[in-house]
Nanobody, 120 residues
Framework: QVQLVESGGGLVQPGGSLRLSCVAS????????MGWYRQAPGKQRELVAD???????NYATSVKGRFTISRDGARKAVYLQMNSLEPEDTAVYYC??????????????WGQGTQVTVSS
């Protein structure tokens, strides 16, 4: 089955940086888009950034200028470089991909999540 596996979360001080990675595997015919969402305690899951197959990017206002999303089509991977991290960025970060599976169904898939904690 299709799987998205994230890595790169952890604890960082305010002003620090982290890089998240996500790799998709399984019966995938093509990937339409990949992105990152986050969910803080007591809050709804929100879009952080996403990137289309053509490379168009979209960012949440709160992370513009600090976070950069990129992808490697050959590796079926997406990355999130996070700089100037703030305590408000603390959340579980989830990888998301809209892709065409082996049954030619366009579906959304999610990773298991990786914790990012920004604290001194």
């Amino acid at each position: 089955q299709v799987q998205l596996v994230e890595s790169g979360g952890g604890l960082v001080q305010p002003g620090g940086s982290l890089r998240l990675s996500c790799v998709a595997s399984g019966p995938i015919l093509s990937i339409n888009s990949m992105g990152w969402y986050r969910q803080a305690p007591g809050k709804q899951r929100e879009l952080v950034a996403d990137i289309s197959g053509a490379g168009s990017t979209n960012y949440a206002t709160s992370v513009k200028g600090r976070f950069t999303i990129s992808r490697d089509g050959a590796r079926k991977a997406v990355y999130l470089q996070m700089n100037s991290l703030e305590p408000e960025d603390t959340a579980v970060y989830y990888c998301n991909s809209n892709l065409l599976n082996l049954y030619r169904q366009s579906r959304d898939y999610w990773g298991q999540g990786t914790q990012v904690t920004v604290s001194s």
